[in-house]
Antibody
């Protein structure tokens, strides 16, 4: 069974940094592209970014609102993907989900809440 | 285009049929990319109800169906039930974003 478990969310001040993690199991992690999606309170889903496999260079792509402030990395030995967030803004507040597409179906974690507030 | 367009809300009485549209352009749906649909109940994460335009995952009732034409897609719920009251989102891939693109979301209300 595919499982994605996010962790590391919390309260951070504007301008601060935070790293959230997603531990994966139930599939061959090293072969999967991993993405992050967020949802601000009461709002819709927003794609944040994606990392390809290490074999494909571990290439990352990001949405315009987070480009230059967020990075994504992966540790295939630990089946974990990380979202490193810096220069955080109040509008970055929301639930962050990691997702991956396996055998045509997208699988989602339960999400971790990041709150940017003073 | 950074989002796919959906109507903010649709409603119907129990047993009726409702449809939700998802409109994109030639860099996403119109480019031939698959469309997926999610149901999100309050306080929970998204659940796949349709993937690859029109395929229902096991366990999803057959009253949910999906279709795609040109740069648009639709989700239909026939025989609407009270438990279908939720937010629904479409999802595809976008060439200009080089990543996923989501719909604006539609709230389905069962009258």
């Amino acid at each position: 069974e595919v499982q994605l478990v996010e962790s590391g969310g919390g309260l951070v001040k504007p301008g601060g940094s935070l790293t959230v993690s997603c531990a994966a199991s139930g599939f061959t992690f090293s072969k999967a592209w991993m993405s992050w999606v967020r949802q601000a309170p009461g709002k819709g889903l927003e794609w944040v970014g994606r990392i390809k496999t290490i074999r494909e260079g571990g290439t990352t792509n990001f949405a315009a609102p987070v480009k230059g402030r967020f990075t994504i990395s992966r540790d295939d030995s630990e089946n974990t993907v990380f979202l490193q967030m810096s220069s955080l803004k109040r509008e970055d507040t929301g639930v962050y989900y990691c997702i991956t597409r396996l055998q045509d179906i997208w699988s989602w974690g339960q999400g971790t809440l990041v709150t940017v507030s003073s | 285009q950074s989002v796919l367009a959906q109507p903010p809300s649709v409603s119907g009485a129990p047993g009726q049929r409702v449809t939700i549209s998802c409109t994109g352009n030639n860099s996403n749906i119109g480019a031939g990319y698959y469309v997926h649909w999610y149901q999100q109940l309050p306080g929970t994460g998204p659940k796949v109800v349709i993937y690859d335009n029109n395929i229902r995952p096991s366990g999803v009732p057959d009253r949910f169906s999906g279709s795609k034409s040109d740069a648009s897609a639709s989700l239909a719920i026939t025989g609407l039930q009270t438990e279908d009251e939720a937010d629904y989102y479409c999802h595809s891939y976008d060439d200009s974003l080089n990543g996923s693109i989501f719909g604006t979301g539609t709230k389905v209300t069962v009258l």
